[in-house]
């Protein structure tokens, strides 16, 4: 194909309606049919980027392989479309502001005043034809944050304004909108949509198709209400109705039409349809479970699940893969102790540990550990979590005193994890951590080694602590076996006891590369594991 087609998402009425899912969903229809396709977020905060937002204001940090922290809709992008994202897919408000006011200060804009247009606009339509000139993908979708009329996102609409005239024929605005089932009159009200699209036009953009969320089927009355007052054909007014899980949403979005909608526009060929054979497989071993497994995530964030996006997303494919519907429970650390962690984790298969910052709710993390390891029941610890397992191992088994993390207590009398050499000299905190893909070296014969089926692999990373290999032979002789390393600088990034049902921490985030094709190793052997 030779010009790269461009396509936006925007939003309306209200937020959370899964602009993420629509994207990915598009995304997933075209990559089907054989064209090359990436994804991009714009975010209108002015944070530089999410690595610095609690997970309670923002959900996860999505790690790409190149390092950048991201927003988590860029692993919803990755999960549907197997397709690594990189920095390029993820620009806020502040980096692209950081951006304008460097080149201001170096001169670049040769005295000019700064302001909004053309400066600011200019940088986000560079930052938005990049990745298709850059690495040639046929179709680049871009979902814009917030909502329309947001003072925030003004400066993106008007980006995209302008692209339309720029690009021609190879732009397309797709906005998402919601209409609201009012009980009291039985009714489905379109004025919702009707005003966002207003507020849309009222800032030079008029959409090419609607996509309606809705909890209730749309008549072909209210579809052409839609259409006459929003100034698009019927075609182009697609319903999004509520689903189970949203890997129905590119099957749902194949029965509108959604692909073929987007593909007639362009003047492109919508035949052979979109081949979802491996994504409709997937989707019946999830509906059609009919046994459960349940599994534990402690955590201090438990209140929003959202933070722990990925790791959710990944238990669902492998709860998939092995058969079994996946019946999670959020435990908070800060509330397990040594008297009610029994009942905490009664009727439970599994537990998983996960990541964090800081002190709180570590002591009740290292609880769940103890409890695993005396318990024989299959535990997985992630980054904090691995972690956690090393103390209370070093602690419980090894019997060494003053035990703990330099990050939780800085002159403890043995620190089995330091803070990284690298990270010494470091102040700031945005961006500075380990971040990336980084290589792994497996210890031949070990479990994990057995579960990737190689003795080298690659993860990714965010952390600034690590093991500490002062005290890496005590651990071996003790029977806590690091059987992962990375080959250029020894850091230990994966433990194991052998002996244990099954008991794995790892010092990377394996959640950010399941996908539904590929569901992560680790989490299918540790589901397979609390099944058995």
């Known amino acids: ?58 959900g996860e940090c999505y790690v790409t392989v190149d390092g950048a922290e991201t927003d988590l809709d860029l692993g919803h992008y990755e999960r549907f479309l197997n397709v690594p994202t990189t920095q390029a897919n993820n620009v806020t408000t502040g980096r692209i502001y950081q951006t304008v006011i460097n080149k201001e200060r170096k001169g670049d804009y040769l005295g000019k005043t700064v302001q909004i247009i053309p400066h600011i606009t200019d940088e986000i339509k560079r930052n938005i034809k990049l990745l298709g000139s850059k690495h040639k993908f046929d179709f680049v979708i871009t979902e814009i944050g917030g909502t329309v009329g947001d003072i925030e996102s003004l400066p993106y609409i008007e980006s995209v304004r302008q692209l339309r005239w720029e690009l021609g024929k190879n732009c397309q605005v797709i906005h998402l909108t919601y209409v609201p089932y009012l009980a009291a009159s039985g009714e489905l009200k379109t004025k919702p949509t009707q005003h966002s699209v207003k507020a849309l036009l009222e800032e030079g953009v008029q959409p090419d198709i609607l996509v309606l969320r809705t909890e209730r089927e749309l008549t072909p009355d209210i579809r052409r209400k839609v259409a006459l007052f929003c100034n698009v054909d019927i075609q182009s007014v697609i319903q999004s109705i509520d689903v189970k899980t949203i890997y129905e949403v590119p099957l749902k979005m194949q029965e ?53 996006k990925s790791i959710i997303e990944a238990l669902i494919h492998a709860s998939a893969y092995n058969r079994r519907k996946l019946s999670l429970k959020l435990i908070h650390s800060e509330k397990i102790d040594e008297h009610n962690i029994s009942k905490e984790f009664e009727g439970l298969s599994g537990i998983i540990v996960a990541p964090g910052f800081g002190h709180r709710g570590i002591e009740g993390k290292i609880q769940a550990v103890k409890y695993c390891r005396e318990n024989n029941l299959p535990f997985f610890g992630i980054c904090l979590g691995m972690q956690c397992a090393v103390i209370e191992y070093a602690r419980n088994v090894l019997h060494l005193q003053g035990v703990n993390s330099t990050e939780m207590e800085y002159n403890c009398a043995n620190p089995v994890i330091d803070l990284m050499e690298e990270q010494k000299t470091i102040s700031q905190m945005g961006g500075t951590m380990r971040l990336g893909a980084y290589d792994c070296s497996l210890k031949t014969g070990s479990n994990v080694e057995a579960i990737y089926g190689s003795t080298s692999i690659s993860e990714r990373h965010r952390h600034r602590y690590e093991f500490n290999n002062k005290y890496l032979s005590l651990f071996e002789e003790g029977g806590m076996k690091p059987v992962g390393t990375n080959p250029d600088t020894n850091l230990v990034e ?39």
């Open 494 to 532: 994966i433990v194991e006891i052998p002996e244990h049902r099954w008991f794995v921490g790892v010092q990377f985030h394996p959640e950010y590369r399941s996908t539904v094709v590929n569901p992560h190793p680790l989490f299918v052997a540790f589901v397979k594991a609390a099944i058995s």
């Open 1 to 58: 194909m030779p010009d790269t087609k461009y396509i936006f998402v925007t939003g309306g009425v209200t937020s959370s309606l899964g602009k993420g899912i629509i994207s990915a969903s598009l995304g997933k229809l075209l990559q089907s049919r054989g064209y090359k396709v990436t994804i991009q977020k714009l975010d209108p905060y002015i944070n530089v980027d999410p690595g610095t937002l609690n997970p309670y204001e923002h």
């Open 256 to 308: 509108e039409g959604l692909d073929v909608t987007v593909l007639r526009k362009f003047g492109l060929p919508i035949e052979p349809k979109a081949d979802l054979t491996e994504w409709t497989a997937f989707v019946d071993m999830l509906k059609n479970a009919t046994e459960t497994v349940n599994i534990g995530l402690v955590g201090k964030y438990v209140e929003l699940a959202d933070a722990y």
